[in-house]
């Protein structure tokens, strides 16, 4: 009577084991079939001035990733740039992004503060509050730097880049040192005003992100790995089977 019992323990035990993989794969291919939601908040880089949309970094970046090939869960890019609008944008833009439920909020903001000459500290604090404000809602969140032309003096560009730098040490969040790396000051990938990046400028932006992006542990999480393999029913009767037998003879 106990053996019977014990038997019927293990197999039961196998057969709800075999139901919950079922049940935790169905979840993960509901949880991979629905996209992760990066926004980016930003100004005319984000909006892609006097570029098409399809060829500003927002949208390339999205090609990036969908040629990627290698990820277990897709990422929507959502490119939120207002051209001229400041740090002082924060606020009201997040709390309406935030209605759209992002999984990721990348801040790509505060060039036109530095170029308008506004006061770094203010810049500051209205970039410390979106980050808390995203955070506590369970966002992940991306910053990234931005730096002013030599012209606007040293002691006003140290200040200025200072206040990307401090919050980039916050803990947990995702620090792009300069948007612009490899493309601010190359005159070929500028537009004539020597500011705003052109078609290949925005690619090359693109591709600088996605690098460094693919490497954090937020988004690696997201690559594909090898799927936990689901006994059928014939091979199931055999593991059950092959246990049976081998408790016969331990007793």
């Not at 006061?119 to 410390?128: F, H, T, V, Y």
Request: hydrophobic share 40%; glycine share 8%; aromatic share 6%.
């Amino acid at each position: 009577m106990i053996y019977t019992s014990c038997v019927g323990a293990i197999v039961g035990f196998m057969a709800a084991s075999s139901i919950c993989r079922g049940a935790g794969a169905a979840d993960s291919k509901e949880e991979a079939e629905k996209p992760l939601r990066l926004v980016i908040i930003g100004d005319s880089l984000t909006a892609g001035y006097g570029v098409s949309k399809a060829d500003a970094f927002p949208a390339q970046l999205q090609n990036i990733i969908n040629e990627s090939g290698d990820l277990k869960r897709q990422i929507k890019v959502v490119a939120a740039g207002i051209s001229g609008s400041t740090s002082a944008s924060l606020k009201k833009r997040l709390a309406w992004q935030m209605k759209l439920k992002p999984d990721a909020i990348m801040f790509a903001i505060g060039a036109n503060d530095g170029l308008r000459g506004l006061e770094p500290e203010q810049m500051k604090s209205n970039l410390l509050d979106a980050i808390k404000t995203s955070e506590q809602a369970g966002v992940k969140v991306i910053l990234a730097g931005m730096k002013m032309p030599m012209n606007y003096g040293q002691a006003y560009r140290a200040k200025y880049e200072a206040v990307y730098s401090e919050l980039g040490q916050l803990p947990g969040l995702i620090y792009i040192p300069f948007l612009l790396k490899d493309v601010g000051g190359v005159k070929e990938l500028n537009q004539s005003d020597a500011i705003h990046p052109n078609e290949k400028g925005h690619t090359k932006m693109a591709e600088n992100l996605w690098a460094q992006l693919k490497e954090e542990k937020f988004f690696k999480a997201l690559r594909a790995k090898p799927e936990m393999k689901i006994p059928s029913g014939a091979e199931f009767k055999t593991m059950r089977n092959q246990m049976v037998s081998e408790l016969v003879q331990s007793r």
